[in-house]
């Protein structure tokens, strides 16, 4: 089974926990049953290869979020980047070309897409499995899963399909309705449309070509900033005829506020919280290396991190958004392919953050041209190559590295920098990666 995730943008909605580089998929708020937790994108990933071992996976996503990518699920699930935001169309177009041209996939395989966030069990990746199937036996060009409502909601689009079997020919599509509406269509059978599809990549790629000037994956990456923003509902779906719908009537959570992720959370408090016996519906997330006390609490949420606290009624916590965008703040944490950072203290002319690197992993050969950094080794073990020459370091050893100072470090144990950055112009993008030439690490 071939699988495309498309992870999406930033998921302001979960604001401290998420921001501009560390998106909702990545927060890791779902207990495993070796006691550790894990996030959206890896517990789907790990669902995927305990359903079928064999799968291939590939993530569509930014540039912003491989790095997360890579520290959450490893190195071996296959990765289309998009230089922008295209919606997913263009995104889809993209992943399927990528994996025809680029991994070398049979265009008349099959290809099931759907997106990396929703909370689903191990029977929504056995229906996946069965949707291929579908598309593998080419009565039809697509195949949807639609999914049975659990009330009548106004978030999600309606598919109406021509009777009630299991897998149906679809009759219709309906935009998100107001309630009244919505209870309607599912009074007349109707499903969620849960942004599932399954298709031979031939036929995605045949209407990619209908309606954008591309030969390949490569030129397609190219021009990709051109496209048209639409979505494949729009561009694909809603203008097939030969399609059907498949009925999912298991777990399906669309994870996308505070509200409904507690839902699903396995215990009140994760992080250093308390919570009194007169607190009811309410959740705590405690990232901060401080203690969180509630008490009498009703329906409540309490999120902190590095980026800030939020105190909400679980049901205002829907509309955080705007008031989200209007808090202008550096990224204050995020995970790297090589470990991860937390910004301690800002100031007008210096930057003082924690760098852990996991074992065995480094971070590339770079230097700043507008400011410099002192590194302090707080616990573990490393490598660290200045300007070409090499010396390990331990709890203690400080390191430091003035502007144009050609500087990395490896781990050989985890790893953990106090870093400093000093400058009157301290920015994200000061920073120019070089080869490491000459020297083993």
């Keep these: 089974m071939h699988i495309i995730l498309l992870s999406g943008g930033s998921g302001k909605r979960l604001w401290p926990l998420s921001n501009d580089v560390r998106s909702k998929q990545f927060i890791k708020l779902f207990k495993t049953e070796n006691g550790e937790y894990e996030s959206m994108v890896q517990r789907m990933y790990r669902q995927i290869k305990k359903v079928d071992p064999e799968a291939s996976v590939t993530i569509g996503t930014s540039k912003a979020q491989v790095s997360a990518i890579n520290n959450q699920v490893g190195i071996n699930v296959g990765i289309c980047v998009e230089p922008c935001r295209r919606d997913t169309f263009p995104a889809i177009a993209l992943a399927s070309a990528y994996l025809t041209d680029y991994e070398n996939i049979d265009p008349d395989e099959p290809v099931v897409v759907c997106p990396v966030d929703p909370y689903v069990e191990d029977d929504y990746f056995k229906a996946l499995s069965t949707l291929s199937d579908i598309a593998a036996d080419g009565e039809v060009n697509l195949a949807l899963l639609g999914m049975e409502p659990t009330y009548p909601s106004e978030k999600y689009g309606y598919i109406i399909p021509e009777n009630d079997s299991l ?3 679809v009759s219709t599509f309906k935009e998100k309705p107001d309630k009244v509406t919505a209870a309607d269509y599912i009074s007349k059978g109707a499903l969620w449309n849960g942004g599932v599809f399954a298709f031979k990549l031939r036929y995605v790629l045949d209407r990619a070509h209908e309606l954008i000037d591309f030969t390949d994956f490569y030129d397609l990456r190219q021009k990709y900033d051109t496209l048209e923003k639409i979505s494949f509902d729009y561009a694909v779906v809603e203008k097939e005829s030969s399609i059907a719908v498949m009925r999912f009537a298991g777990k399906w959570k669309d994870l996308g506020t505070w509200n409904t992720l507690t839902e699903a959370m396995d215990e009140p408090s994760i992080g250093e919280a308390t919570l009194n016996e007169k607190c009811v519906n309410t959740h705590v997330i405690n990232e901060l290396d401080m203690p969180i006390l509630c008490m009498g609490l009703k329906d409540v949420i309490v999120a902190a991190s590095a980026e800030g606290i939020l105190v909400s009624d679980k049901e205002q916590s829907s509309y955080i958004k705007p008031y989200v965008d209007a808090i202008d703040q550096q990224v204050m944490f995020a995970e790297k392919s090589w470990g991860s950072f937390r910004v301690l203290d800002v100031q007008d002319e210096s930057l003082t953050i924690r760098v852990t690197l996991t074992r065995g992993h480094k971070m590339n050969y770079h230097y700043h041209n507008r400011r410099d950094e002192v590194w302090t080794v707080i616990e573990g073990r490393g490598i660290v190559v200045i300007d070409g020459t090499q010396m390990n370091v331990s709890p203690g050893d400080v390191v430091r ?23 009157k112009d301290i920015r994200v993008d000061d920073k120019v990666k070089i080869p490491l030439e000459g020297i083993e690490l």
């Design 401 to 423: 590295m003035p502007k144009g100072t050609k500087h990395t470090v490896k781990a050989i144990t985890e790893l953990k920098i106090m870093e400093v950055q000093l400058g």
């Design 167 to 169: 897998v149906s020919r």
